[in-house]
């Protein structure tokens, strides 16, 4: 049962063209939806991160927006360089603990 | 500058050996996670741990069990390695209490191949 939908699976960008992830989920109860990024051999890192009381955050060339009616948010990736190349993690959290929900991951390419 | 470290970068076994994998983090963190990554299936949370001697199954527990004697160090151990279990396994770690204002910090992950 995957709880964090995420799609493509893989994208292909041009250097300066804009990245979209997107991401969709079921369980309301999600307080917290963060993105991490990976680079090969490297564990994920957080990248940005939004609430659902937010519509929209922006960190540099990095945006999540965010859709609590239909419980779906994106990343938009502006200005995509050969640099963003990584597999991008949409998440979210519920919980005391802090157990964290992975969508399945894209990996994004970005060609010169 | 926060650190998540684990044991082995890659580790190679045998179908039924006992395998131990150990993550240390030096965050003074209440939380560990143990995750499993595969391709096309994401990060998948094997057990987590939210204080010492504490232990929570995760999504896919099957096949592992988990100890966490200290708070810094939690182990995942793979009683009879099968070939089943070839994949990555990413540690991470957070604060108790963190209210989605914190991130999990991940440690640069084992990859395990099972022969």
């Known amino acids: 049962q995957q709880q964090v939908k995420q799609s493509p699976q893989s994208l292909i960008v041009q250097k300066g063209g804009i990245s979209i992830i997107n991401c969709a989920y079921e369980n309301t109860a999600f307080d917290y939806f963060p993105w991490y990024q990976q680079f090969p051999g490297k564990g994920p890192a957080l990248l940005i991160a939004?609430?659902?009381?937010?519509s929209e955050k922006k960190e540099g060339r990095f945006t999540i927006s965010f859709n609590k009616s239909a419980k779906q948010f994106s990343l938009h990736i502006m200005d995509s360089q050969p640099g963003d190349s990584a597999t991008y993690f949409c998440?979210?959290?519920?919980?005391?603990?802090?157990?964290?929900?992975f969508g399945i991951g894209t990996k994004l390419q970005v060609i010169p | 500058d926060v650190k998540v470290t684990q044991s082995s970068r890659y580790l190679v076994k045998r179908t039924g050996e006992k395998v131990f994998l150990e993550c240390v983090q030096d965050m003074d963190h209440e939380n560990m996670f143990w995750y499993r990554q595969d391709p096309g299936l994401g990060l998948r949370l094997i057990y987590f741990?939210?204080?010492?001697?504490?232990?929570e199954k995760g999504d896919i527990p099957e096949g592992y069990s988990v100890s966490r004697e200290k708070k810094e160090r939690f182990s995942l151990i793979l009683e009879s390695a099968s070939t089943n279990q070839t994949s990555m396994y990413l540690c991470a770690s957070i604060r108790g209490g963190a209210r989605g204002t914190d991130t999990q910090y991940f440690g640069p992950g084992t990859r395990l191949t099972v022969l």
């Open positions: 998440a979210a959290l519920t919980g005391g603990y802090q157990k964290v929900t």
């Open positions: 939004i609430r659902p009381d937010v």
């Open positions: 741990s939210y204080d010492v001697k504490m232990k």
